[in-house]
């Protein structure tokens, strides 16, 4: 019977959560709502979620006020990742924005050595450029989704911001106590911010009857099991292989929304050679880690 280390157990179910966030901007697109709006709605139902099986498990967990507004903080830089990462899609198409998206593992290879405090990694910045290459052969082919490519590389900045934070957070408190007061934190950033588009004419949109459901779906299933376990499963691997893997998420939402939408979402020939580009370096890390001595969270046994 073939028996897995915990670091191969940790990248198995890494690779679970990342296939369940490949829905994520199916729904975001099927979901009528503006980006602000389902990002409202979305993140009180996954905390409501995580705080009904935290308290069933272990009960909730009290930090002191210090870390709170840490993560707090974070949570917020979370909330306006998937309000960036939501527009993009509204304002582009699926495809494009999660080519975007897949710059992250160059941001995480800059963010993790600054907050690690460790040396850059030659490799790590490498595979990053690599994305930058295949995401420039994606501008020059799809250039009409410019606009919405160009945010969804800042949402990838903010994606992998937080991921870096988290990987410390996870060393020091418990994985449920992070994501409940980050997506606490972010709810409550962002509710000023949708109190003043309202007041505006910008904000306030009722969900549908299949909104609702949508939304249902995308907060518990999407967002509240994969949120927790990603925090926990960076006490073994490292930010840079979280974001690195995370870049098979716009692989499996190019192609879940090819065969949903159809033409809609039909790319050019150097679109999709980008996108193998990016699965390369994916594949790459992983080589490069398997034959790492164990210094590193991901070399845990």
Not at 3 to 14: D, N
Not at 118 to 127: K, N
Not at 180 to 202: D, K, S
Request: glycine residues 8%; contains cysteine; charged residues 10%.
């Amino acid at each position: 019977m073939l028996r897995l280390s915990k670091y191969q157990k940790s990248l198995a179910e890494l690779h679970l959560v990342v296939f369940i966030w490949g829905f994520t901007a199916i729904l975001g697109k099927l979901i009528s709502l503006s980006a602000l709006d389902l990002t409202l709605y979305r993140m009180p139902v996954a905390l409501m979620a995580m705080m009904a099986h935290t308290h069933w498990r272990t009960g909730l967990p009290i930090l002191p006020l210090r870390a709170r507004m840490a993560l707090w903080g974070t949570g917020l830089i979370i909330a306006l990742h998937w309000l960036t990462f939501y527009h993009a899609i509204k304002i582009s198409n699926i495809s494009a924005t999660l080519a975007g998206f897949s710059s992250g593992a160059f941001f995480a290879a800059l963010f993790e050595p600054l907050i690690e405090r460790r040396r850059v990694s030659r490799y790590e910045i490498g595979l990053g450029l690599v994305a930058i290459a295949a995401l420039y052969l994606i501008f020059q082919a799809e250039s009409a989704y410019a606009g919405g490519m160009l945010i969804a590389v800042f949402s990838a900045s903010l994606s992998a911001l937080f991921a870096v934070l988290n990987g410390r957070f996870a060393r020091i408190y418990p994985p449920s106590a992070v994501a409940i007061h980050e997506m606490a934190g972010g709810w409550l950033g962002i509710v000023p911010i949708w109190l003043l588009m309202g007041t505006t004419g910008g904000g306030f949109q009722t969900p549908t009857v299949q909104d609702a459901g949508w939304i249902m779906i995308l907060s518990l299933l999407c967002t509240a099991y994969p949120f927790l376990a990603s925090i926990r499963l960076m006490k073994q691997i490292t930010a840079f292989t979280l974001v690195l893997t995370v870049n098979l998420e716009p692989l499996y939402g190019i192609v879940f929304a090819r065969l949903i939408f159809g033409e809609s979402e039909h790319m050019s020939g150097s679109f999709y050679f980008g996108t193998i580009l990016i699965l390369l370096s994916l594949l790459l890390n992983g080589w490069i880690k398997s034959r790492q001595k164990p210094t590193t969270p991901d070399a845990i046994a």
